[in-house]
């Protein structure tokens, strides 16, 4: 698979289009404000605890609240506490050892929030999901530094390795490596991505995030609270930093400063890669260039085509999101069955695709043709996790319901991506409805009688070119006609297809036009 990131830098932010063999799955915005990312990290203020909810509401600058659940404090909350106020009033130059710091005992997982937070003190928090619609951002005090090739998270000694790196000797490999190397109390998680990596890879990974711990330790020095802490890396990095691998082709950037950044960044992460980095300066828009723009409008709103014919329907409700597949015109046999199982399975690859593009989270319902045959539903099932695979959320899809829907569920990390690709009417401004010819026909009438009757000479009427049909139909008694001999005037009549269908302007004998 050929997969390519087009980078378009705008002053009001950045667009990232993620392309998969020249097809578009995923477009981020990164706004030139943007601020409460997910993974910033913040000094918050405990504001109100709320025991009935076994959680409290923490203030880190946003216009509302920030929500800290008992579940999100983490194991080591005490320890946390207890850095986060030694950090802001250590005067020590060059901040004190991390690695002497004692830690606190774990709380336990069915404890009361009161008890931890009792004295609404200030805490280092990280965002665990940006503000959606009405809500402030989600709370964390699990902390996370992600790297390349691990992640690491403070106040423990645990070392584990991702599930998705089969081999057991390479799993037992990479945890006998970082036992070895890791600093005194930092736990550390190996990544996917560290599958194969040598000693020295992994190393300077780990060495460049304890260095970002160290960056937090200073910056809360004195800090008041609310406070940015540290930022999460840009979009652009970040989504390089969990994205890039040997599939990666190319990465084209139009803007100088983040082409400079991108490429460092690759030739420190990934020197053999450094050479799939472009500037892109030919003058088109690099979306238009690309195909992003075009496949943008195609695939946004409320309908969403396939190339055989059959297409989508997708609705959004408060509560969930309703996906409705519909076969069209297509056919690829006379079996009715058959028909059905090709069209679900060509819907159900687009549908994998729409949740990334537009990030759909939550639940969500897809209403499938039916099928009869359980082994055509179990053939859809495999294949519909099989597309979604690729997906970096955490999601879970349920088997074919007796009513024939499939149930999915999808992390919500940040509002869902929603780009209005339809217009209002300028004739009905969106109400459905247009004024009757007869009405819009009285309407000119009174008008013209009004301009006539304040001494207005050798007028023209400019009209669409449907109504200047109606206005002229019949010749000798036409409605035009008829106004002339009504008000003994010379009338013009003009065909405009620039008008909409209710729109006229009257002009003087000077073509000057008439404001009523």
Known sequence: MNKELIINSAPQGVEIALLEDKKLVELHNEKADASFAVGDLYLGKVRKLIPGLNAAFVDV?????????????????????KFTQQAISDQTPGGFDFGKFEVEPEIIKTGKINEVLGGKPNVLVQILKEPIAAKGPRLSCEISLPGRFVVITPFNDVVAVSRKIHSSDERKR???????????????????????????????????????????????????????????????????RDLLNADFNRIVVNDKNIFNDTKNYIQRIAPDKADIVSYYHNGAPIFDQFGVTKQVKAAFGKTVNLPSGAYLIIEHTEALH??????????????????????????????????????????????????KLPENKKKL?????????TDRAKHAVLPISKFGLMQ???????????????????????????SSSLVLEDEIEKNLNYLITHKHNNLTLAVHPIMYAYLTKGWIFSKLWKWKRQFKQNIKLQANTGYHLTEFHFFDQHEEEIKL
Not at 61 to 81: M, N, R
Not at 197 to 208: M, Y
Not at 381 to 389: H, I, R
């Open 61 to 81: 600058g946003f216009e509302k609240d920030a929500f800290l659940h008992y579940t999100d404090l983490s194991p080591y909350a005490k320890s946390l506490l």
């Open 174 to 240: 990479l945890q006998k490596i970082i036992e070895a190397i890791k600093p005194k109390n930092f736990g550390v998680i190996v990544r996917t991505a560290a599958e194969g990596k040598n000693t020295a890879e992994l190393h300077e990974d780990l060495i460049a995030l304890v260095e970002t711990w160290k960056t937090i330790q200073q910056n809360l020095k004195n800090a008041v609270a609310p406070a940015k802490i540290l930022s999460e890396q840009t979009k652009t990095t970040s989504m390089l």
């Open 408 to 434: 999915i569920t999808r992390q919500r990390m940040k509002p869902e991506l929603n780009i209005n690709t339809m217009e209002v009417c300028p004739s009905c401004h969106g109400t459905g409805k247009i």
């Open 322 to 371: 309703v996906i409705d597949v519909n076969s069209g015109y297509k056919s690829v046999s006379n079996n009715q069955e058959q028909n059905a199982l090709e069209t679900n399975l060509e819907a159900a690859e687009e549908i994998a695709r729409q949740l990334r593009l537009r990030d759909l989270g939550g639940i969500i319902v897809a209403d499938f043709i039916d099928m």
């Open 381 to 389: 099932l495999d294949a519909m996790e099989g597309f979604m695979k």
